[in-house]
T-cell receptor
Framework: DVKVTQSSRYLVKRTGEKVFLECVQD?????MFWYRQDPGLGLRLIYF???????EKGDIPEGYSVSREKKERFSLILESASTNQTSMYLC??????????????FGPGTRLTVL | TQLLEQSPQFLSIQEGENLTVYCNSS?????LQWYRQEPGEGPVLLVT?????EVKKLKRLTFQFGDARKDSSLHITAAQPGDTGLYLC???????????FGRGTSLIVHP
C-alpha cells in the first residue's frame, strides 16, 4: 500500500519559532509537493521538488523554505513562524512517469497553529 | 492566467438525493482529475479524464469531461453520508508541470 506520511497531525508553535514539517514517501517518487489549505482558498502550492536537491517555488513561497536531501523525504521549514501561517499543510508525491497521468498521493496533513 | 472555478462552493443534502458539481475554466486542458478529501485526511484521486466528451463511472459517481476540454462535471446518484467530503478538480494544461487545484465543493450528506 502506497504511503505518504507526515511527522505530526497537530502542531502548536509560538510566533518566531522555527518550525520543521517532515514528509516521507515510500513510492520512490521523483516529485514532491507542499501545499497549504485554508477555508475558501483551496490548495495553494508553496514549493515543489522534482528531484533530490532540486526545488522550485510555487504560488506562495514567502516565509517558507524547503529541503530535499533524500529522494523519499521533503521538509518544509518556517524560519520564523507567524500567526498568518496557521493552516493545514499537506504534502504530496507523484511519479514523473507521464503514463501515470501524474496522480498525486497525499499525506494526512499537519494542522499547524501559531500562537 | 488560468481561471478555474468550482461550483457550488457548498452543498448540504439529504441521503438519497442526486447532485452535480462543476469545474469550469477559460483554458483547454490536456487532462483533468477529480479528488475527494474526507474530513481530517488528504485528498484521494477518484478519476482522471483525458478525452473531450469522455464519461467515466465509479459506482454511483459519473464524471464527464466537456467536449472542448474546458470543463468537467461530477454527478452523484443517491448520495450517501459516506460521500461527505471536499471534491477538488485538478486540471492539467499541456506540458505544464505544476498541478493546479480548484477551491473545491464541500458536500455534506445528512442521514
Amino acid at each position: 500500500d502506497v504511503k505518504v506520511t507526515q511527522s505530526s497531525r497537530y502542531l502548536v508553535k509560538r510566533t518566531g519559532e522555527k518550525v520543521f514539517l517532515e514528509c516521507v514517501q515510500d513510492m520512490d517518487h521523483e516529485n514532491m509537493f507542499w501545499y497549504r489549505q485554508d477555508p475558501g482558498l483551496g490548495l495553494r502550492l508553496i514549493y515543489f521538488s522534482y528531484d533530490v536537491k532540486m526545488k522550485e517555488k510555487g504560488d506562495i513561497p514567502e516565509g517558507y523554505s524547503v529541503s530535499r536531501e533524500k529522494k523519499e523525504r521533503f521538509s518544509l521549514i518556517l524560519e520564523s513562524a507567524s500567526t498568518n501561517q496557521t493552516s493545514m499543510y499537506l504534502c504530496a508525491s507523484r511519479s514523473s512517469d507521464r503514463s501515470s497521468y501524474n496522480e498525486q498521493f497525499f499525506g494526512p496533513g499537519t494542522r499547524l497553529t501559531v500562537l | 492566467t488560468q481561471l478555474l472555478e468550482q461550483s457550488p462552493q457548498f452543498l448540504s443534502i439529504q441521503e438519497g438525493e442526486n447532485l452535480t458539481v462543476y469545474c469550469n475554466s477559460s483554458s483547454v486542458f490536456s487532462s483533468l482529475q477529480w479528488y475527494r478529501q474526507e474530513p481530517g485526511e488528504g485528498p484521494v484521486l477518484l478519476v482522471t479524464v483525458v478525452t473531450g466528451g469522455e464519461v467515466k463511472k465509479l459506482k454511483r459517481l459519473t464524471f464527464q469531461f466537456g467536449d472542448a476540454r474546458k470543463d468537467s462535471s461530477l454527478h452523484i446518484t443517491a448520495a450517501q453520508p459516506g460521500d461527505t467530503g471536499l471534491y477538488l478538480c485538478a486540471p492539467r494544461s499541456g506540458g505544464s508541470y505544476i498541478p493546479t487545484f480548484g477551491r473545491g465543493t464541500s458536500l455534506i450528506v445528512h442521514p
